[in-house]
């Protein structure tokens, strides 16, 4: 079968060559394809030659019930292309009172158990991590539902085993489809081995299988855990018919690419069956415009937030329902790649640009300036910015930026807002005493990156960046996840929430206190010190490869984690349990002694420990047991 991809003009791409294309007829080599380059209602192909001739497609025009029902009945034709005709996206309105939920996309889980099914549609479903309190060795054995949000299905299901501590991600299960409080599926038993690939094909857009550590993802959707990802509740914005052009590709599913009649420019993934976070008729799942390289895992063309007006800045900025009126914005509010409100900026040589206030938006502009400070704006975004120095400029969104300045500081959304700091690209030698509340998806490429915490009053997340620095130092966020750092010293950080799924790889991770749990991470690095931190929070299902873990206060729970480090002057004031120490134990004090009795504290296993060259673990009296002898 031949396939359908884009050409980087923006046009469609036809590739036939060598195996043809079902639905096509006398079409043997590359074509550029657009939706209607004739002007004459008919889709277009562009022959090697520049000429121009209506497309010979077998289209079979269908509504969207039209094609589900088809799809529900195994009738669709394999290799038919499909014209879906009423396709309206329904998307989100951000911050209107939505819930994010984590993987597995499109599931929520309850633990009630199953003694009485009775109420199994209409109990308290939540997302998977919180469903089991974010410890999954605990809750093997445990009478679970799953809830398929895409298809609309409920499953019995039951953890038989799992493998903590990144020891290679091996789960096992068995699930049964409820079809009725009383009746039932045939029970489907799944494993998925240490270091394994396997994948439980459960539903359309529903397939479940796990990573090396950390919790279990919808490869269907996800490309590994997330502890976010999804949006459910909140209120909801209709866009524009967009007859979409689809292709079965066995007779119950078509295949997730497809292409735009309206945005031929546009790469989009679509879920005939996906019906969440308000889906009616299916939902886009990723789209990118390949002409202005805009991309996000949502419908960005009608996605919108919600921002209310703010009377000290008089402008629509404030994240926070403040009384005023409001509008909804789109995420990239300029799609048509440029801006009329302020020509002059697309001017090269201005020696300093300040002092201007944008009462609307500055954007998709290019700015070659010496000096851009003291400027105000409401949304600054997907701007090309050339300074010597990028300074004191105040505003709401900061969004989609590329900056090149030798100086990036003193910057901050205001504090009356909630200030949107993300997709940006920021290159120089300095990023310092900014202030910005949500900071995320960011690349900063900087020796320093310091003094940068959130706006007063705002909740601080920062999440989902990728900062290439020398130092990071005196930063202060609440939330801190998802982020790759690359630094030779990431110290004296102050994080008043919970430090997650972070890769971080540095030669230094010294005198950081997190006010929040501090779990699966990725320390790593040439020679890392990861010495003098404070967690208010426990400290789980990390992988840390230091030289030395030394005067690390813990006051939660120390479990499911691999060290690689040398263990010295640790303490930890609650459970330490299933985890592997690979490396000498020089000091560790545990400050709640009766920790050391748990059953499950006999699962830790310790390598060398005080030097020793004897593989061991120690039992339930303290005493050390040989496992192995080299």
């Not at 209607?36 to 509504?63: C, H, Y």
């Not at 499950?600 to 593989?615: C, E, M, P, S």
Request: hydrophobic share 35%; net charge negative; proline share 3%.
């Amino acid at each position: 079968m031949g396939q359908i991809k884009h050409y980087n003009n923006g046009k469609w791409t036809i590739y036939t060559s060598g195996e043809g294309l079902s639905g096509y007829t006398g079409v043997t080599n590359t074509y550029y394809v657009g939706p209607d380059l004739n002007n004459d209602g008919n889709l277009t192909k562009a022959n090697p030659d520049g000429s121009l001739v209506n497309l010979e497609i077998n289209l079979t025009l269908k509504t969207w019930s039209e094609m589900l029902a088809l799809s529900n009945n195994n009738s669709l034709i394999q290799g038919q292309h499909y014209l879906i005709t009423d396709f309206q996206t329904n998307a989100i309105i951000l911050n209107t009172g939505e819930v994010e939920y984590g993987s597995p996309y499109g599931t929520l889980w309850n633990i009630d158990g199953w003694a009485d099914l009775s109420d199994y549609t209409t109990r308290t479903y939540v997302d998977w991590a919180t469903a089991i309190g974010y410890a999954p060795p605990d809750y093997v054995g445990t009478e679970a539902i799953m809830f398929d949000l895409i298809n609309n299905k409920y499953y019995k299901i039951m953890f038989s085993q799992w493998t903590g501590g990144g020891a290679g991600g091996g789960f096992a299960y068995t699930r049964t489809e409820i079809l009725s409080p009383t009746t039932f599926g045939t029970p489907v038993n799944f494993t998925h081995t240490n270091y394994g690939t396997e994948v439980d094909y459960i539903d359309e857009g529903l397939a479940i299988t796990r990573g090396v550590n950390k919790g279990i993802f919808n490869i269907a959707y996800e490309n590994s855990y997330s502890v976010g990802g999804y949006f459910l509740g909140g209120e909801y914005t209709v866009g524009s018919v967009e007859p979409l052009i689809v292709q079965a590709v066995s007779n119950n599913s078509i295949s997730n690419q497809v292409l735009s009649t309206i945005y031929p420019e546009d790469e989009i993934l679509y879920g005939l069956k996906d019906l969440i976070q308000g889906a009616t008729k299916g939902r886009i799942q990723f789209r990118k415009d390949t002409k202005l390289v805009i991309s996000t895992y949502y419908d960005w063309r009608v996605v919108k937030f919600r921002r209310w007006f703010d009377t000290v800045v008089n402008g629509y900025i404030s994240l926070v329902d403040n009384g005023q009126v409001f509008e909804d914005y789109l995420t990239f509010p300029n799609q048509n790649g440029f801006t009329t409100e302020i020509p002059l900026l697309n001017n090269e040589n201005y020696p300093q640009l300040n002092n201007t206030v944008f009462l609307d938006y500055c954007a998709n502009n290019y700015i070659k300036v010496v000096d851009f400070r003291d400027n105000t704006f409401d949304n600054f975004s997907s701007n090309y910015i050339i300074s010597n120095s990028f300074y004191d400029n105040y505003g709401g969104i900061f969004i989609q930026n590329k900056i090149y300045s030798t100086s990036f500081t003193e910057n901050k959304t205001v504090q009356w807002g909630v200030g949107d700091f993300s997709l940006n690209l920021i290159v120089g030698n300095s990023f310092q005493n900014n202030s910005f509340n949500l900071f995320r998806g960011n690349e900063i490429n900087s020796e320093v990156f310091a003094f940068t915490s959130p706006i007063v009053g705002g909740s601080g997340n920062f999440l989902e960046n990728k900062l290439n620095i020398k130092s990071c130092q005196n930063t202060t966020y609440s939330y801190f996840s998802r982020n790759n750092v690359f630094s030779n010293d990431f110290s004296s950080n102050q994080l008043n929430g919970s430090f997650v799924l972070n890769n971080i790889n540095a030669v230094l991770f010294v005198s950081n206190v997190i006010n929040g749990g501090f779990d699966y991470n990725d320390i790593s690095g040439s020679v890392i010190n990861f010495n003098s931190n404070q967690i208010s929070g426990g400290f789980s299902q990390n992988n840390i490869s230091a030289s030395i873990l030394n005067c690390i206060m813990i006051s939660g729970n120390f479990i499911n984690n691999i060290i690689n480090s040398t263990m010295q002057s640790c303490i930890v004031q609650n459970g330490f349990r299933e985890n592997t120490i690979n490396t000498p134990l020089l000091s560790l004090n545990l400050s709640t002694p009766a920790n050391l009795y748990e059953p499950a504290y006999t699962k830790t296993i310790f390598a060398n420990r005080d030097g020793q060259v004897f593989l061991t673990y120690l039992n339930n009296t303290n005493t050390p047991v040989y496992v192995s002898v080299p």
